[in-house]
């Protein structure tokens, strides 16, 4: 009798042992700024607001939160958080990466891109213009320096997991001023070296984004990218009872307020939809290395 029951507890403990290493987990990570300096040019933005309602449908999906606002919000910054998540996120989890801020492009660093330029997300500490020996785009987020922290976090979680990037900004508008009705998240100023900012941004067959198949093995995690639009479009607020929030942002919310979130296919399709209804000059773009995603 004492055998048997050592053996039962001995198989409990086993199995509540199993059930902890094998638990999946989803992180989120918010990366926002409203309020950039002065000196930088780039205008204020309602990240915060974002923020508000994305950590309510976040948390209730269960999703661990992490957040950098405003000015803790540094490429530093950013760059070490998406360290310190390598190092908690165990193979089987969900990672969603949400960044509500300005994007923009400049030129290619590195020959890599076919249209010569690199799509940049904007840190609070990344000024709009190109001086040298005073800044010269240090502080910008470029797609390859965050496709790099990707396929490292991606091959962390493994194949049972997945990362999900959303981009609630624009990399070929115009953030210097505002619309109407809308404050404009991005800039058609291309940052360069060079000198030929403004001519690259007066050339549309040199700002029309060329796509870069997202990588792909059966050993990294699954990745989904959605941006707000593209490249060569305006992302702009939406104004909800009388409040702005970034489009993605609010349109995310929605389609996870009617959606479960292990749903994916769902609730991208209420996501798109919902935008391409709402927005009549904006186009939102779902890039997937999972097939038929919608």
Request: charged share 20%; hydrophobic share 35%; proline share 3%.
């Amino acid at each position: 009798m004492v055998r048997h029951l050592s053996y039962i507890m001995l198989l409990i403990l086993c199995l509540s042992g199993f059930t902890k290493l094998s638990a999946q987990t989803r992180h989120a990570l918010f990366i926002g700024i409203s309020n950039y300096p002065a000196y930088s040019e780039w205008n204020s933005l309602h990240a915060d607001n974002d923020s508000s309602i994305l950590y309510k449908i976040f948390t209730a999906h269960h999703m661990q939160w992490h957040a950098l606002r405003n000015e803790h919000a540094t490429k530093a910054e950013i760059t070490n958080t998406l360290n310190r998540l390598l190092a908690i996120v165990q193979s089987g989890d969900t990672l969603l990466i949400h960044f509500s801020c300005h994007g923009q492009q400049m030129e290619d660093d590195n020959g890599d891109e076919a249209d010569c330029l690199d799509e940049a997300l904007i840190p609070y500490d990344a000024e709009m213009r190109y001086e040298k020996g005073y800044y010269e785009g240090e502080h910008h987020l470029r797609d390859d320096e965050l496709n790099r922290h990707l396929l490292d976090i991606r091959k962390q979680i493994g194949n049972r997991g997945l990362v999900i990037v959303s981009l609630d900004a624009c990399h070929s508008t115009s953030g210097t001023r505002k619309d109407k009705e809308a404050t404009v998240r991005g800039t058609d100023y291309i940052f360069s070296s060079s000198g030929k900012g403004q001519a690259l941004a007066q050339s549309p067959q040199r700002t029309r984004y060329i796509d870069t198949p997202l990588d792909e093995n059966s050993r990294m995690a699954p990745l989904i990218v959605i941006s707000a639009c593209k490249s060569y479009q305006k992302n702009t607020e939406v104004r909800v009872d009388g409040e702005y929030y970034g489009a993605l942002s609010y349109y995310l919310c929605q389609a996870l307020m009617h959606c479960p979130f292990g749903n994916i296919k769902q609730w991208l399709r209420m996501l798109k939809q919902q935008m391409q209804q709402n927005l009549r000059h904006q186009s939102p773009m779902i890039e997937s290395t999972l097939p038929d995603i919608l």
